[in-house]
């Protein structure tokens, strides 16, 4: 090993250079915070986390669809029942994927789709019920990219 | 051992590693044969199994509507001359591509169908890519599902099999990688996040979530092309067809998936 | 739009019912942009509503995070004989509707 001190003087730099992140791509900005829909959606009531399960894989292997479920735990009877699903991708350039609106005659409070997730985030979904409280349940989500560029 | 042969076992060696093509300019199926579905995730297998999530199943159904569809001067459909296609096109797909007697170009599925649409029903010619071509090649091929393909390769057709051949194995791009080095000699193994298959066409035209859309196994051939960043030819020229052909008989058995479903 | 329901065609008073339906829809995100580096607008299915003999047991209100050609998969309590009518719109005012009828014995 060359002990030279001018040599490792510039090492010691070039490698201080190197380990400066390189700037990230910028990702696309928001429409709007998650918090902030949400507070549209319950009008500042308090959401208990529970009776909701998002079936959501762990790893996508592509963000362009991934299959979700999401299910209350409700009779859906006529004095109780769910009446209204909002999904959220925290991480999505706009958060709020879908909201659906049910009623008793739905039966059961189950609804499956595809969605987008950009990039490796927390799928939340929130349940307000006819009683006027609100649920929730999150799913971590880990997404992959393709390897090879796809420039068709 | 004399020096004059470790000589020439070195120079053997060398020559080996410089050349590892040369050895490989042969068609050879890899073993043992998988479709690419085996390779892909739970999601995407899932999608391909269910007859009805499968979204490639939406330009079938679209297919089957064209089919039926009158077009060109003497609205004509397809059904007008060849009926119901659940019996008329069941087999057709697994001869594809291949030599109309006198031709010097191969014709693939998309190609018979362009044709049969000009010369005819006499009708505005469908673009390659374009949504009403993949709806009918997918519903035309999906009548061969389960069906294992078989091209013939000899004849008039062996100098196509043999051009198909060598584009496999010919280093192309800034990468410098051929068909060959990932999906013959790779296959299983992982790039990125992502598990290498064996590159086979059997399953096209297909839904590819990456496109978000349904797409041509000429258009997938652009998306390798670019991936190793090698100039992409449009869909159609020869060179595609040739390797279409070379594709189509080293998936062997393997069954017709249309509509498969990829990552 | 090309679209495809799947749900039974029969079913027993009472009996929930899944009900599926895809529809062919580039669902355009807004954040795409063309060969010529034009912004490629956005377009999707903003609203779907299912009615049964009339009246409305689903609504989906969705964005570009929903995925294109949109798949929903939802259920229904089967009380009467008749018919269900999907009806959807996107950004462009383009609209969709499928319907598909159902016998309820019992």
Redesign the interface.
């Known amino acids: 090993m060359v002990k030279n001190p001018e040599r490792r003087t510039f090492v010691a730099w070039l490698g201080a250079l190197l380990a400066l992140p390189f700037a990230p791509r910028r990702a696309l900005a928001q429409s709007e915070p998650v918090e902030a829909m949400l507070q549209k959606v319950t009008g500042g009531a308090a959401v208990q986390s529970g009776r909701v399960n998002l079936d959501i894989p762990v790893l996508a292997e592509n963000g362009n669809s991934v299959s979700l479920k999401v299910s209350v735990d409700s009779p859906m009877s006529a004095s109780d029942f769910v009446k209204s699903i909002h999904l959220y991708a925290e991480k999505n350039p706009r958060p709020n994927i879908a909201n659906f609106y049910l009623n008793p005659r739905v039966g059961r409070a189950q609804i499956s789709t595809r969605v987008r997730l950009a990039g490796t985030q927390r799928v939340l979904a929130v349940a307000a019920l006819s009683d006027g409280s609100f649920w929730s349940g999150t799913a971590e989500v880990s997404v992959t990219n393709s390897s090879c560029y796809d420039g068709t | 051992m004399t020096p004059r042969i470790l000589a020439g076992l070195f120079l053997a060696a060398w020559l080996g590693a410089m050349f590892p093509n040369a050895a490989a300019q042969q068609a050879v199926r890899p073993q043992p044969l998988k479709s690419g579905i085996e390779f892909?995730?739970?999601?995407?297998r899932?999608?391909q199994q269910d007859d009805?999530?499968n979204?490639g199943?939406?330009?079938v159904?679209?297919g089957e509507?064209l089919w039926r569809e009158p077009a060109g001067t003497e609205s004509q459909s397809c059904a007008s001359c060849h009926g119901d296609a659940k019996a008329s096109m069941a087999g057709v797909a697994t001869r594809y591509p291949l030599l109309d007697p006198g031709a010097t170009r191969l014709v693939n599925l998309e190609g018979r169908i362009m044709q049969c649409r000009e010369q005819r029903q006499h009708a505005a010619p469908l673009k390659y890519e374009s949504e009403e071509l993949l709806a009918l090649t997918a519903y035309v091929r999906h009548q061969s599902r389960g069906m294992p393909v078989k091209v013939v390769i000899d004849g008039q057709s062996r100098s196509h099999f043999e051009a198909g051949r060598d584009l496999y194995y010919r280093r192309m791009g800034q990468m410098n990688l051929s068909c060959a080095q990932c999906h013959q000699q790779n296959w299983g193994k992982k790039?990125?996040?992502?598990i290498i298959s064996q590159g086979h066409g059997n399953a096209y035209p297909i839904?590819r979530?990456?496109?978000?859309?349904v797409?041509s196994l000429h258009?997938r051939f652009?998306?390798?092309l670019?991936?190793?960043?090698a100039e992409?030819l449009p869909q159609g020229v020869p060179e595609y067809l040739d390797l279409e052909l070379y594709l189509a008989w080293r998936s062997g058995e393997l069954p017709i998936e249309t509509p498969g479903v990829r990552? | 739009m090309t679209a495809r329901i799947q749900m039974p065609k029969q079913a027993t008073r009472g009996q929930v019912v899944e009900i599926r339906i895809a529809i062919q829809h580039p669902m355009e995100t807004g954040f795409r942009r063309d060969d010529g580096g034009r912004e490629i607008p956005k377009n999707v299915i903003n609203k779907l509503i299912c009615r049964y003999n009339g009246v409305e047991v689903f609504r989906a209100e969705m964005g570009s995070g929903v995925a294109a050609n949109p798949y929903l998969d939802f259920f229904v309590v089967a009380d009467a004989s008749g018919e269900l009518v999907f009806d959807w719109v996107d950004d462009n005012g383009m609209t969709g509707s499928e319907r598909a009828p159902i016998v309820v014995t019992g």
């Open positions: 892909a995730g739970a999601e995407v899932a999608l009805f999530a979204p199943m939406l330009w159904a679209r509507k790039l990125g996040p992502e839904y979530l990456e496109w978000q859309t797409g258009r652009r998306s390798c670019s991936g190793v960043r992409m990552r």
